[in-house]
């Protein structure tokens, strides 16, 4: 697995430079890995403001925090879950009731046992309001008591049912931290969250860097280990680089040994240079356009499906992402066993899309084309956030905007920062919005589309953006939720996401892209959980 969003604010960098650049590849004979040394990660996602993934919840967090905390749980490629920090867990026939046993051989770097009073205040942090936790407050609110059997062994017992509870301790946002560490404050905790993963946050340069030394003690609890014991590398520095051109030469340079979000063409050009391509598209959802339901223009469906027939993102998608990101039809990511899709919804119809908005009584027009309706302009205000969309997107976005307009909508782009982005979301300013949204699992369709979801988490954060309050679409969540037989899992979760589909209330785009760039080293693999790299296993190419 591996696919990541593109950033940059250009799609070409010389081929040329990079033919003349290019680090070695693992095996051309040039190169060889050595133990020890200092990898250099260069990111193009927004600087996390605090480390603690516990704060919040997004997926910059989750990328420096797959290096030194670690969940109770993981999972394959295939969805099958594995233990990790845990060891084995039962479940009661009401499945209200679930027992986790504990690893007793790990402590936190700071000495601090991992056991189940470790596990309880890390449950307990989730759920404090004063955390602000957004997705690891989601995934264990159900979460109503938790009783330490003995050191290894703690019982959860719940508020309704869970099937997707392995799934959600698997999160990078529920990893487990040393409750010592949390009893600092969330201040102290912020700059350096103490974890039992292979690698310790050193120091933090705001705007610069994160400095990660190697855990010398690291108990090798990993399930992508491929060797006991400490990592091979010395540390790490993950440096922050937001633009894609600079990250791209300092890769072809050797400056730095791996990139995120590199752009489509520089994908490309590498793949031809020999440098390493990790392609690992995000799990849980898809990235798409969600239309706001609970306000005009889009509170009518067939507004809603007039402004998806007229949308066209097809040709942007090809040409824009050079064949690394295919579309979707989906609302979850296709590396989901469980992912349902529907393309005829989304056929491509202008003049289907102009007897729709006819029918729905837009049928006046502005002297720019847009169409009206009693004295008002069929406006969609569409926020972007550029700290998450990349080039690429925002550039479809674009695309999307003129097709659109051509049957009448004035679609505003508005390109703001996070905290902006944030803001114009919870005034329910908008109308259409990309919200890219990282979990484990189908699960993530409870979270985007069950009526709650219109509801905040404490960090004031609300996931179910397109606002559908169905309550057939309701049950059907509630029953995949409380089922743990797969095969009626399954069924529930495929009936969820064609009903989210048919209210044409989001417009699937393609996976949460997730792509890195490797030149100067090996044993740099993903994790089946939410597609975060780990360097449990890298070295130094010499």
């Known amino acids: 697995m591996s696919s990541r969003a593109l950033s940059a604010a250009v799609l070409i960098l010389p081929v040329a430079l990079l033919a003349a650049c290019a680090p070695a590849a693992p095996g051309d004979g040039a190169a060889s890995p050595s133990a020890g ?23 910059p967090q989750a990328l420096l925090s797959s290096q030194y905390l670690e969940p109770l749980f993981g999972r394959d490629a295939d969805g099958t879950m594995r233990p990790w920090l845990a060891t084995d867990w039962q479940t009661s026939e009401d499945g209200l009731t679930w027992d986790i046993t504990l690893r007793d051989d790990v402590s936190f770097t700071d000495g601090t046992p991992f056991d189940a009073e470790a596990v309880k205040a890390n449950i307990e942090h989730l759920q404090d309001p004063d955390t602000a936790s957004s997705t690891g407050y989601l995934a264990v609110e159900q979460i109503e008591q938790i009783e330490v059997v003995d050191d ?14 392995l799934e959600a301790l698997s999160q990078p946002w529920t990893a487990m931290e040393s409750p010592a560490g949390l009893a600092r404050g969330q201040e102290e905790n912020c700059l350096a969250p103490i974890g039992t993963g292979p690698f310790v946050v050193q120091e933090w340069t705001p705007q610069q860097s994160v400095t990660l030394t190697r855990n010398e003690d690291y108990v090798a609890s990993n399930p992508h280990a491929d060797h006991d014991g400490p990592a091979h590398l010395d540390g790490i520095e993950w440096r922050f680089i937001p633009d894609a051109a600079t990250r791209q030469a300092a890769l072809a340079s050797g400056e730095v040994d791996v990139i995120d979000n590199p752009l489509p063409a520089d994908i490309v050009a590498a793949e031809q240079q020999g440098i390493e391509h990790i392609d690992a ?47 979707s039809y989906s609302p979850l990511s296709s590396v989901e066993p469980l992912a349902y899709s529907d393309e005829e919804l989304f056929a491509t119809d202008p003049d289907a899309a102009a007897a729709l908005l006819d029918e729905a009584g837009w049928t006046d027009a502005d002297d720019d084309g847009t169409r009206m309706k009693d004295g008002a302009r069929l406006t969609v205000r569409f926020p972007v956030s550029t700290d998450q969309s990349t080039a690429a997107e925002q550039s479809l976005f674009e695309q999307v905007q003129a097709n659109a307009a051509a049957v009448g909508f004035d679609v505003v782009l508005d390109p703001v920062d996070l905290s902006t982005w944030y803001g114009a979301l919870g005034a329910h300013e908008y109308e259409a919005v990309s919200a890219p949204y990282t979990i484990v699992g189908p699960d993530v369709l409870r979270i985007l589309y069950h009526s709650s979801g219109t509801v905040p988490a404490p960090s004031g954060y609300f996931a179910n953006h397109a606002m559908l309050q169905l309550p057939e679409l309701d049950a059907a969540l509630d029953a995949a939720a409380s089922t743990l037989d797969p095969d009626e899992r399954a069924e529930r979760y495929t009936e969820a996401q064609r009903i989210v589909l048919e209210s044409f209330a989001i417009l699937p785009l393609y996976d949460q892209q997730n792509h890195f760039l490797v030149g100067g080293a090996t044993g740099v693999t993903t994790l089946g959980t939410v597609a975060t790299p780990t360097f449990v296993n890298a070295r130094l190419a010499d």
């Open 281 to 327: 598209p995000r799990p849980a959802s898809s990235n798409r356009i969600e239309l706001n339901t609970a306000q005009p223009p889009f509170d009518d469906v067939r507004v809603r499906e007039a402004f998806i027939r007229a949308a066209d993102p097809t040709p942007g998608i090809e040409s824009l992402f050079l064949g690394t990101a295919e579309r």
């Open 37 to 59: 040394g200092t990898l250099v990660y260069a990111t193009g996602d927004a600087e996390p403001t605090c480390l603690d993934p516990h704060v919040g919840g997004n997926y």
């Open 152 to 165: 290894t062994h703690v019982r959860f017992r719940l508020s309704t049912p869970k099937s997707a509870l």
